[in-house]
């Protein structure tokens, strides 16, 4: 997990796995810095994946990354 900057970035642009739909954080803190004149803080939290298919249970791989990152958000509340 990394800490998320405030910035610009041209990961908006639709990829095959994108579809338009995903913002880089970098982004969203900058149009909350720019529209409300601060960025709260904010963290990355990225999940590995390896099939992008349909289907009604996570690899073995995203299911372990899903562990991590509940772990992970578990702590960062914890520690507020």
């Known amino acids: 997990m990394r800490r998320a900057k405030s910035g610009c970035a041209n ?3 639709p990829g095959p796995r994108n579809h338009g ?3 880089d954080p970098r982004t969203v803190l ?3 810095r720019d529209v409300f004149g601060r960025a ?3 963290w990355w939290l ?3 994946a390896v099939n992008f298919n349909f289907g009604e249970e996570l690899s073995p ?3 372990q990354g899903f562990t991590s990152a509940l772990e ?3 702590s960062l509340c914890r520690w507020r």
Do not use: H
Request: charged share 20%; aromatic share 0%; glycine share 0%.
């Open 30 to 32: 900058a149009l909350a």
């Open 21 to 23: 739909s995903r913002r």
């Open 61 to 63: 791989q995203a299911q």
């Open 11 to 13: 990961s908006n642009r």
């Open 72 to 74: 992970m958000i578990q």
């Open 46 to 48: 990225t999940i590995p």
């Open 40 to 42: 709260p803080k904010a």
